[in-house]
């Protein structure tokens, strides 16, 4: 079983920065997928960033270059850092752990950029 929760949401105008944290607890595999989705209310949900235990990333063409994925392992809490933000980036955003058939989903946190 592996619980995920994210924090570090917030207001920030245009241009500006924020981090966002996944802290997970239980227990992880080696062989995983973890990352992060977007959400905007009455829209589909879409993939920012996956990143998979052999070291694979894959960005959404919309945030490359402005948005890193990176780990803390002593901590075992994963990061989303978005730069360079924009008011289209406001959503929803959730921290994801696939490990085969288990899936696992923080509650998510609410970016909002402001013009």
């Known amino acids: 079983q592996v619980q995920l929760v994210e924090s570090g949401g917030g207001l920030v105008q245009a241009g500006g920065s924020l981090r966002l944290s996944c802290a997970a607890s239980?227990?992880?595999?080696?062989?995983?997928?973890m990352g992060w989705y977007r959400q905007v209310p009455g829209e589909q949900r879409e993939l920012v960033v996956s990143l998979a235990s052999n070291g694979t990333t894959n960005y959404a063409d919309f945030v490359k270059g402005r948005f890193t994925i990176s780990t803390d392992n002593a901590k075992n809490t994963f990061y989303l850092q978005m730069n360079s933000l924009k008011p289209e980036d406001t959503a929803v955003y959730s921290c994801?752990?696939?490990?085969?058939?288990?899936?696992?989903w923080g509650p998510g946190t609410q970016v909002t950029v402001s013009s």
């Open positions: 239980g227990s992880v595999s080696s062989l995983y997928v």
């Open positions: 994801y752990y696939r490990h085969f058939q288990y899936l696992f």
